[in-house]
């Protein structure tokens, strides 16, 4: 893991260590013991702009507070020494300005391909892993929910699992109200959106959302009218029906979408390119909203990678602003998307004290639908989290966790 | 009264079939509809069966598709017959599935595919389209509103969020020097976006601040918290009281025409700005909350269609770690370097006074102050909270929707 290897590497880069210019603007430091030899190069305009001194850097606030008004990129370092003991390296300037770097820190922010890429999926983001239906039960990863609530390395393992594999089902919770709050703030705080923090999923005649009826809920994301979507669901089951129905429906769409790619291409280009209007037109508490966002179903980042899929039959706006040429050929696109999502759908049903908990950016979810009595009427919580939050967190906890126990 | 007009009623208008377009093209299966004194729609079938708003397929109480018809959709589906009432303005189809479906032409407009009507539906009614001003505009594009108006009037509370949404940025007057003014103009609007700082917060110099912005130092131009993926959409800032030395003087500059100058002038910088990925952070801890944000993203960030969608800047909380080659990392500095000289040229000043309340889009405009001193007796104190654009766009939407 990238901070335990930082930390290794902490105590033994001490004993050797050598820099010099390179290039007339890079800054080349060779710590020179023996298994982590490799040498490494720094730009000399980065250098400078993240000297550490205090005229540069804000120590309180972790801040960058280098006068960039004055700032010229042409800065050149004029000569460099480094001093084994100390474990440190030196740098004079162009602009008479003088800096010191200590080797962890240069380690840490190597620009060494492998090191950059393990900092960002081990400690950015975890990178996700990708799973079909029949390996649901492989995947899928249990949580007590007092040991999340009492115990950082539970807590810890449980934001890994949803960052990494999109589920996790935590069990053994209260069936009091609050437990959905409880857990959002041991992570950090609730994403309100139009319908409020928390919120009750039960059969209300009437209702002003699809949700909110009995009938069968085709798998879906939560809220693809905003451009900031909530991002984790929460969903604390107090009572379950005892009717055939109500059970959970669970797709994991990346895998969906690396199947259209893969198998039908040109499906994929177009619910990567063509806008889809989705939309929520009501009210709630006597507040009305009209919310509106216009994304493809499939959206990707400038890499390529899954940043987030949107897919709603009854949040899908009937205006559909597009060229009319484009919709013929969309609708066959997504009548496919939609059917290897319902077959590859791996249905369970919660029980009361289970608080489920999904990526709504990654995966669909749904249920089927459910009769109540009198004596015996479904009633789940909600609440959403945001992945800045959880992020955040998780980075916090893999900072604060002891290192493993050392195996050689 | 039904009648089925053959000239009106012609059954369906097929494109010409095109020789080397792929088979789903050349079934492209449209729906014309022609009413006396206006323009013919054009509407593809599947789209109207999929929009059928009868009973079965469509939920009034919650203005929402069922999804019935999707468990097994029939992207096949045709028209078998096709008619119009002419007096009662109504689109009759009979469905080769056995349905048969009826939508108003009143309907049927607001949903045309036609270019024109598409392009005034979303830069009128989705999100106005933003004019961008450059530092010598910003006295014309300025608006100021009064703060009382706001919460009692509509027709006011449409025209700030239009101006916000179109220029970024409008001044609100005449606020109490209360604490609770941004949490009420907030509620006005929807509600408050909570960060990992709280809902309000408070800006005003403190020793060993753990955020830049609590100093009384030079802020230089920055947008707030761009270590957020979910970056906060309007910054809201009360001034409490303002500082009587010469400093904490507002800065702003539209980010977008910064952008647009180096897109013209300078477009190898602008390619660069646009394509390198900066790891922004903010480490630290406000009460209980201990947090470690990162969010990898380009300073310039436009969307599919190559529009502006946010921009990122901040000399502090732009992380030490910069996750790109070794060889992205000179000209990134160089492009930046020209954009933070283009955004100090293109800056405008103002100071604002007590019960005042700056709002901006902090997706689009960069902002800052000079520095200040404060004495025993003056102590700079600003309210600041934040709105998120999903909230705002659609309280505008509402507003527009009841003056229509």
């Known amino acids: ?137 492989q995947i899928a990863q249990h949580f007590d929910y007092e040991q999340v609530m009492a115990e950082d390395a539970s807590l810890k393992q449980w934001l890994q699992a949803l960052a990494v594999y999109g589920v996790a089902l935590l069990r053994g919770a209260p069936l009091d109200e609050g437990v959905v709050r409880r857990l959002a703030e041991r992570v950090g705080f609730i994403r309100r959106t139009t319908y409020g923090e928390e919120f009750i999923v039960q059969a209300k005649p009437g209702a002003q959302n699809f949700a909110y009826l009995s009938l069968p809920l085709p798998l879906h994301t939560d809220l693809p009218y905003y451009e900031y979507k909530p991002s984790v669901n929460i969903l604390h089951c107090v009572v379950q029906t005892k009717s055939r129905g109500g059970s959970n429906l669970l797709v994991d769409a990346f895998h969906i979408a690396d199947r259209l790619r893969s198998q039908h291409p040109e499906d994929f280009e177009r619910l990567c390119r063509i806008p889809v209007d989705w939309n929520d037109i009501g009210s709630e508490d006597g507040r009305e909203f009209h919310n509106i966002w216009r994304a493809p179903v499939i959206c990707l980042d400038a890499e390529g990678k899954y940043a987030r899929i949107n897919h709603s039959v009854p949040q899908r706006d009937s205006h559909f602003s597009v060229p009319l040429e484009e919709v013929e050929p969309w609708y066959e696109s997504y009548a496919r998307f939609v059917r290897l999502a319902r077959d590859d759908a791996h249905a369970f049903k919660t029980r009361p004290g289970d608080v ?40 916090v906890l893999k900072k604060h966790a002891p290192p493993p126990a050392n195996k050689s | 009264m039904f009648q089925a007009d053959p000239q009106l009623s012609r059954a369906l208008a097929r494109l010409q079939p095109k020789a080397k377009l792929d088979l789903q093209q050349d079934q492209l299966r449209l729906v014309l509809v022609e009413s006396p004194g206006q323009p013919d729609m054009q509407f593809p079938d599947i789209w109207l069966r999929d929009n059928c708003r009868c009973g079965e397929c469509y939920l009034p109480q919650t203005l929402s598709r069922l999804p019935q018809l999707w468990n097994n959709l029939d992207t096949s589906v045709r028209v078998q017959q096709q008619s119009v009432d002419v007096e009662q303005q109504l689109l009759y189809i009979q469905w080769s599935d056995g349905h048969a479906s009826q939508y108003p032409f009143a309907w049927l407009r607001e949903r045309d595919f036609a270019l024109a009507h598409r392009t005034r539906y979303l830069s009128d009614f989705y999100r106005p389209a933003p004019q961008h001003w450059s530092g010598l505009e910003f006295g014309h594009i300025r608006r100021e509103f009064q703060y009382q108006e706001l919460l009692a009037s509509d027709e006011q509370l449409q025209q700030w969020l239009h101006q916000l949404a179109v220029y970024g940025v409008a001044l609100v007057r005449q606020a109490p020097l209360e604490f609770d003014v941004l949490r009420r103009l907030c509620n006005r609007v929807g509600f408050m976006r909570r960060t990992t700082y709280g809902d309000e917060f408070s800006v005003r110099a403190q020793p060993g601040a753990s955020n830049y912005a609590y100093l009384a130092a030079p802020l230089p131009l920055h947008t707030d918290m761009p270590y957020f993926e979910y970056k906060p959409g309007v910054t809201l800032l009360h001034t409490l009281e303002q500082s009587d030395s010469p400093g904490g003087v507002n800065l702003l500059t539209d980010a977008y025409h910064v952008a647009d100058l180096m897109r013209e002038r300078h477009p190898a910088q602008f390619r660069v700005l646009c394509q390198t990925p900066v790891d922004w952070a903010d480490i630290g801890r406000d009460g209980d909350l201990e947090f470690h944000n990162i969010w990898r993203a380009p300073v310039i960030n436009l969307d599919a269609e190559g529009r502006y969608v946010r921009i990122n800047h901040s000399i502090p909380q732009r992380d030490s770690h910069f996750s790109v080659p070794l060889e992205q990392v000179r000209p990134w500095y160089e492009a930046m370097a020209l954009f933070v000289r283009l955004a100090n040229e293109q800056a405008c000043s103002f100071k604002t006074t007590p019960g005042d309340v700056l709002t901006f889009n902090n997706l689009r405009l960069v902002h800052g102050r000079t520095g200040y001193d404060d004495t025993d007796h003056n102590v700079r104190h600003l309210v600041g909270a934040f709105l998120d654009w999903d909230i705002v766009y659609s309280r505008l939407r509402v507003l527009r929707n009841a003056t229509r």
């Open chain 1, 1 to 137: 893991m990238w901070l335990q290897r930082v930390g290794r590497s902490l105590g033994q880069g001490r004993r050797h260590l050598s820099a010099k210019i390179v290039k007339g603007t890079s800054i080349e430091v060779q710590p020179e013991d023996g298994e982590s030899a490799a040498t490494m190069t720094f730009p000399g305009v980065w250098l400078r702009d993240n000297c550490r001194c205090a005229v540069c850097f804000h120590g309180s606030s972790k801040s960058r507070r280098l006068d960039w008004d004055a700032f010229d990129t042409r800065v050149r370092p004029l000569s460099v020494r480094s001093d084994k003991a100390a474990g440190q390296v030196h740098v004079s300037w162009s602009d008479a300005h003088e800096s010191s770097y200590t080797l962890a820190w240069l380690r840490q922010r190597s620009f060494d391909t492998q090191r950059q890429r393990s900092y960002l999926e081990d400690f950015y983001r975890p990178s996700t892993r990708h799973w079909a239906g029949a390996e649901f039960e």
């Open chain 1, 356 to 395: 489920l908990t999904f990526n709504n950016i990654r995966l669909l979810h749904g249920r089927t639908g459910y009769d109540d009595t009198e004596q015996n009427s479904r009633y789940i919580v909600g609440a959403y989290l945001d992945w800045d939050i959880i992020y955040s967190r998780l980075r």
